[in-house]
């Protein structure tokens, strides 16, 4: 079983950028999707990114241009760069992974990490 551990969360002003690291442990996760999904105070969960094990990235409408997601098997690493942040990418930040090629649920979750964008 994989284990999911995210790092890089914080504060930071609008228009500025963080970098989120998600390290998987257990197991090689190169058979696994991986994915970025957030949840802002009082809305729904919304998967901001997903990379297939096939291959390829999909992003959510909201972060496309300001997100770029890029995966190193060879570490079990997954990256999550974050540029012109605004007030409404505030949220938990949680890494997923699942063997499904395009999951509808995710199996596996990291803790999560705050991010938060002060206007």
């Known amino acids: 079983q994989v284990q999911l551990k995210e790092s890089g969360g914080g504060l930071v002003q609008a228009g500025g950028s963080l970098r989120l690291s998600c390290k998987a442990t257990?197991?090689?996760?190169?058979?696994?999707?991986v994915g970025w999904i957030r949840r802002a105070p009082g809305k729904e969960y919304e998967v901001v990114t997903r990379v297939p094990w096939s291959g390829g990235v999909t992003y959510a409408n909201s972060v496309k241009g300001r997100f770029t997601t890029t995966r190193n098997n060879a570490e079990n690493t997954v990256f999550l760069q974050m540029n012109n942040l605004k007030p409404e990418d505030t949220a938990v930040y949680f890494c997923?992974?699942?063997?499904?090629?395009?999951?509808?649920?995710?199996?596996?979750w990291g803790q999560g990490t705050q991010v938060t964008v002060s206007s």
């Open positions: 257990g197991r090689a996760f190169t058979s696994y999707t």
């Open positions: 997923t992974a699942d063997r499904s090629e395009r999951p509808r649920t995710w199996d596996i």
